[in-house]
């Protein structure tokens, strides 16, 4: 399929495979991807699209750019590994004329910064759309994936842990929760999913935790009021191997609202180490 | 006052100084203390009071005892370092009575064994009451404790960190959180309030959580369901050194519901480091 074809769509790529996946996606639905990459942060193979590098504050270029390569509508994905550092910004003019809103921005927390960016997408003429309205197949649907599936007791589970994370979702505090047995475990906040499932591990290896066998489960799913166009939550082979790692049984994930990065990578670390992946419909509900 | 006089009180003393609190307090009602010390937690200052030692497992002895000195009322206190292990249990007579209670109890959660235990030292004829209906002083009141008082930004945190422990206690997963300018970062599970602080100063000290000064708030409050008079949330001198050292600005503890140990120590030490000690009323209403 010709990259002159079709529909522009922009991409505002981070780090990792998903920009490189949903710009396949994009070619496959017929549009024409451009990719506007982090400098620092996207991975090499942006190469093979029409793309350009930018540094975090060239505003006016990433706009002109867009502009130029016909981009209307635009998806911002992919880690960023760093915050980026105000004081080294290389602001254009198009930047400056959206400081102030920026600096308003980055007093907020992330939540807050991230539907700003959608803002001020807005005002520069576009149309932030999510990762997943190009690449539905990015995110969790029902049911488990993969060889594993979760028994009675990891079912109990993911509902105690599912039930914590929706708790915490709801003030805005976190979006993971661990439940083992029954009990919840550990609740997910600036310490990150990885973070809070490195912590069950130790919890267990200090003997304060107890099980045998793979017990437990990782739930993830979005915040109420989280913005799914640029702030999907995601699990990928880091949080499976973390997991493992930890004596977990399996993962269960929100369908429709979280992200699974490197499908067929998860599927197969969680197969070898004997843990379920389970798309989970998030119910108010659920004991 | 003499030890000899008053209505009699059955004191199961753990470890730490609360125990020995709630006899002088005890003997200061006109109350007659009398005190089962468990074998390896409790302190000698025990022993100034009529006392007998027993073991984990000795329910029919402690039965006899308390009895044998009139005890119909009873408080339950102190810390217990080591959760008791079932198989080095010293069984009598009493116990096996109450030996299938007991492995039902130990099936399921902390919460669960303990509001059994006041069930079970009911059909024992024993009335559990709170340490708090004995000494009242050792509950947190409105206000602050201390020298130390919240700013506004403190205010703030009080609010975001008190909502987000009241929502893990809703769901029966932990009674603390910590938020620093206006961001909730950590949630207490299995890792315990200190384990959680120390987190926070960890993330602090990786580059994770920035912030100048003295900034944050760690809150504390009880579980709606929680049996206050066996399981009252309690915060003293460990609870403040690690606030301290974490780079907290101070603690907010739910009015009524939390104990604060060692009160003098607790003021003496959040006076020297700059904290706030602050009791909050606990309200639904509260952003």
Redesign the interface.
């Known amino acids: 399929m010709a990259v002159t074809e079709g529909e522009p769509i922009g991409i505002v790529a981070g780090g990792g495979s998903v920009p490189l996946h949903v710009a396949e996606a994009a070619l496959r639905a017929g549009r024409k991807p451009f990719i506007v990459a982090i400098d620092g942060e996207a991975e090499e193979g942006i190469a093979a699209y029409p793309h350009e590098v930018l540094k975090w504050g060239q505003i006016g270029r990433m706009q002109s750019v867009f502009v130029a390569h016909g981009v209307k509508e635009l998806v911002m994905i992919g880690n960023i590994r760093i915050r980026p550092d105000f004081s080294k910004f290389k602001l254009d003019l198009g930047a400056i004329r959206v400081i102030p809103k920026v600096l308003a921005l980055l007093k907020n927390?992330d939540a807050d910064l991230l539907s700003g960016v959608v803002t001020i997408m807005g005002e520069l003429g576009f149309t932030v759309i999510g990762a997943h309205e190009i690449a539905p197949e990015l995110v969790a649907t029902e049911g488990p994936l993969g060889r594993h599936k979760p028994d009675t007791v990891a079912g109990r589970d993911i509902a105690r842990a599912m039930?914590?994370a929706r708790?915490?979702g709801?003030?805005?505090?976190?979006q993971a929760?661990v439940a083992i047995n029954?009990?919840?475990?550990?609740?997910e906040?600036?310490?990150g999913t990885d973070g809070m499932i490195d912590?069950?591990g130790a919890?267990r290896r200090a003997g304060?935790?107890k099980w045998s066998g793979r017990r437990g489960v990782l739930a993830k799913c979005a915040k109420p009021q989280q913005d799914l166009r640029v702030d999907m939550p995601t699990i990928g082979p880091k949080t499976v191997r973390a997991a493992a790692e930890a004596g977990l049984a399996g993962i269960a994930v929100e369908t429709g609202r979280v992200m699974i990065v490197d499908r067929d990578d998860v599927i197969e670390l969680a197969d070898r180490a004997g843990l379920f992946i389970a798309g989970e419909t998030s119910r108010a509900d659920v004991e």
């Open positions: 927390g039930r914590a708790a915490i709801v003030i805005d505090a976190g929760a029954g009990r919840v475990v550990a609740m906040a600036a310490e912590r069950v919890l304060r935790l």
